[in-house]
């Protein structure tokens, strides 16, 4: 059931765009919104699309009454009475859960062509030999290459590269055919709600309190939640379902900010340039120069921050440097900005005023300040339900961020589940189905009433 909606989905180009001025970012995001309205209907939900801005919007109203199901249990002593309200009033809450439909602009979405291998037994997957695709979507882990297979062109998955494939002996994977990404960020989470959906109207006798759900346009280019409706959307709390291998379970983010900074020079002809020329494009190699070198993501892991130059351009007359600044720790945060302004200013000291100019931006903040204080209980029945169905748990920092990020600080406190896809962003994307078949479980049980 899952695997054939995210074969499906995925199959639908959603790329967005950093370089677009619309939202969304890119029209065709609503090709698939459209689908998933329709889906949702189909499937009895009540279900909206917004048309101007591309979210989905799904309710699932509660099948019990808690009155008629419970209210032989209100006798007693008071605290009992208490214990039993008090569980009503928390199953009578409406919980979310949010998917992102777009992928990401760094490797191309259109013309996916997933690949199943199944029962993987180790050894190096091939997912292109040349410029040919390998023409079978279903190939057998007999054919799936050995270690020491390279071809002279073309892409392997190799467990040398990416040694948790090894975790997957005797399971199925979905793999790139290595010509695009595979877009299970986050359509394997769009896939895992929708079956949940399904089960849940095919299961009337699972009981579950109100149910609310979401579809977001451009999270990938950090604008997912710039237009969400919170009072459309309705929910009390929510779970994204946008995290990466099985029993990933997030309430930790990084504190995030953007910064562009503009360098102006001077172009003189260098025969005559001495003491005369400012080449911006060296004096923009000085600034990142001036960065700590360990405070870089390829030297950082767990909850270390960094600075990280995204993307940068110049000539002697014009150079811009664009960067992401990130750290869990708000004080850190903080200290990072200062930082690069304290440099920035010195630089101008140095070089002339306004030859370095900075835009600076927060993006988001960690929802651990929203969700600890009086919502750990979602994080706790994630993994109590996570455990019950034979997976551990792995409460860890996300090194980024979600639209649960913003949404816990827009009032829906918002804690992120994994999708068990792997190396998002790249040809090398990969998920296991009977991994996401665990999750679309998990999602049933966190619906269930207890």
């Not at 990130?326 to 690069?340: P, Y």
Request: with cysteine; aromatic share 8%; net charge negative.
């Amino acid at each position: 059931m899952v695997l054939e909606r995210f074969l499906r989905y995925v199959q639908i180009d959603t790329q967005s765009s950093e370089d677009s001025t619309t939202f969304p970012s890119t029209e065709k995001q609503k090709n698939l919104a459209r689908l998933l309205c329709q889906e949702l209907r189909d499937l009895g939900v009540s279900a909206e699309m917004d048309e101007e801005y591309g979210y989905v919007y799904g309710k699932l109203p509660a099948n019990w009454n808690y009155e008629d199901g419970n209210g032989d249990k209100l006798t007693g002593d008071a605290g009992m009475q208490n214990e039993v309200l008090e569980k009503a009033k928390r199953e009578c809450k409406t919980l979310g859960f949010i998917a992102h439909m777009d992928t990401s602009p760094e490797v191309s979405g259109a013309n996916v062509h997933p690949q199943i291998i199944k029962n993987y037994q180790g050894g190096d997957i091939v997912l292109s030999e040349g410029k040919e695709r390998i023409p079978t979507k279903d190939i057998s882990s007999s054919d799936s290459g050995s270690g020491n297979r390279k071809p002279e062109q073309g892409y392997i998955l190799s467990p040398k590269d990416f040694p948790e494939l090894l975790e997957y002996i005797g399971k199925d994977l979905v793999t790139t055919d290595g010509s695009t990404l595979l877009g299970a960020d986050d359509k394997a989470g769009v896939a895992e709600i929708m079956s949940m959906v399904e089960y849940l109207q095919r299961h009337p006798e699972i009981k579950h309190g109100p149910i609310a759900i979401a579809f977001t346009p451009d999270e990938e280019v950090g604008a997912g939640v710039d237009y969400f409706d919170v009072k459309r959307f309705g929910a009390d709390y929510a779970y994204t379902v946008d995290g990466g291998g099985i029993g990933e379970l997030e309430y930790e983010n990084f504190n995030a900010a953007g910064a562009v900074i503009t360098v102006t020079g001077r172009n003189v002809h260098p025969g005559e340039a001495k003491d005369k020329m400012k080449n911006a494009a060296l004096l923009a190699m000085e600034l990142n120069s001036r960065l700590p070198e360990t405070q870089r993501p390829e030297h950082t892991s767990g909850y270390e921050g960094f600075y990280h130059l995204t993307h940068m351009d110049g000539c002697v007359e014009h150079a811009k440097l664009s960067y992401i600044i990130r750290d869990h720790d708000r004080q850190k945060f903080e200290e990072k900005k200062e930082l690069l302004v304290r440099i920035m200013d010195a630089l101008n000291e140095k070089y002339g005023l306004d030859t370095f100019v900075l835009k600076m931006e927060d993006q988001y903040y960690n929802m651990k300040e929203v969700i600890e204080p009086d919502f750990m209980f979602l994080v706790e029945r994630a993994g109590k339900c996570m455990e019950d169905l034979g997976i551990t748990p792995k409460i860890q920092p996300i090194r980024g961020g979600t639209d649960g990020a913003r949404l816990s600080f827009m009032g829906i406190p918002c804690p992120n589940l994994c999708t068990c896809g792997h190396n998002y962003h790249g040809r090398f994307e990969y998920c296991c189905v009977q991994s996401m078949e665990q999750i679309v479980k998990l999602l049933v049980a966190l619906a269930k009433k207890d």
